[in-house]
């Protein structure tokens, strides 16, 4: 019997000039979405849901506007991601989950800034000169007024 062995050549794991490597062939291949992120999808179907700013949305009703509005097939993989969504948008804040972890998702209330703190802080220590300065004015008014009723004067009479 005649044994033959097979040589294994060098250059046959080279990619030749026109090749691309498997490196350059992942890297060119980019992952292109059709839809917005799944919090941007929830939060527009809460605030187009009728009643659903108030009471929330359930998980059914996301996936219905979901499959209706972007045309995206509703499989588990689908349906873990807008799960890790909602989880994700509760932990940041976005969500509020009244009922719990399977329950109806709601908008969270919105939070006042640090600038709409310093433009109302700004606005009422406004007001206050505003009403400091009308305060003194009537205080001065009020004080020629008990000054001229020592004098027996009367605002009808006209006269002293």
């Known amino acids: 019997m005649c044994a033959t062995t097979k040589k294994f050549s060098s250059k046959a794991a080279e990619p ?38 108030r009471h929330g949305v359930s998980r059914p009703v996301i996936k219905k506007f ?26 940041k804040g ?8 399977s329950g109806k998702v709601k908008l969270a209330p919105r939070r006042h800034t640090e600038a709409a703190k310093e433009v109302r802080h700004a606005a009422t220590s406004c007001h206050f000169t505003l009403t400091s300065n009308l305060l003194a004015e009537r205080k001065a008014s009020f ?18």
């Open 16 to 53: 030749g000039p026109g090749a691309k490597s498997a490196r350059e062939t992942t890297v060119s291949k980019s992952h292109h979405t059709t839809h917005p992120p799944w919090i941007d999808m929830i939060t527009e179907c809460i605030t187009t849901t009728p009643d659903g700013t």
């Open 94 to 101: 976005t969500f509020v989950l009244p009922k719990g972890p």
């Open 66 to 91: 979901v499959d209706s509005k972007y045309h995206l097939e509703m499989n588990p993989l689908a349906s873990s991601q807008l799960n890790r969504a909602i989880h994700h948008g509760a932990d």
């Open 143 to 160: 004080k020629t007024l008990r000054c001229c009723q020592r004098k027996s004067y009367h605002p009808n009479q006209g006269s002293y």
